[in-house]
Nanobody, 125 residues
Framework: VQLQASGGGLVQAGGSLRLSCAAS????????IGWFRQAPGKEREFVAA????????YYADSVKGRFTISRDNAKNTVYLQMNSLKPEDTAVYYCAASAAMYGKSRYDSGSYDYWGQGTQVTVSS
């Protein structure tokens, strides 16, 4: 599975961005998808995830109520709508895919098998 993350950019605090994660696999609809981010000097951290059906979503406490993850399996794409952005949201954002999440934690980056290249999000104060 090849993943292509896009949609990052520079935005002022309080603004919005929508990230996209496009996948190459015909079986994309069978993958759980997660978004992670990594700020300079910090470890990669979980942001949000969505199960393969799109019926269950999961969020880090730091983004709950501001970010929304969704998927369009017909377009092989997962979205991360980010509203009310804060300077602390500045990071490189990565999408990742898991072929089999059973018995794993979707909050753990090690549970994902495939990763995109990342897209930079910068929020100015």
């Amino acid at each position: 599975v090849q993943l292509q993350a896009s949609g990052g950019g520079l935005v002022q605090a309080g603004g919005s961005l929508r990230l996209s994660c496009a996948a190459s696999a015909r079986t994309f609809s069978s993958y759980d998808i997660g978004w992670f981010r990594q700020a300079p000097g910090k470890e990669r951290e979980f942001v949000a995830a969505i199960n393969w059906l799109g019926r269950s979503t999961y969020y880090a406490d730091s983004v709950k109520g501001r970010f929304t993850i969704s998927r369009d399996n017909a377009k092989n794409t997962v979205y991360l709508q980010m509203n009310s952005l804060k300077p602390e949201d500045t990071a490189v954002y990565y999408c990742a895919a898991s072929a089999a999440m059973y018995g794993k934690s979707r909050y753990d980056s090690g549970s994902y098998d495939y990763w995109g290249q990342g897209t930079q999000v910068t929020v100015s104060s």
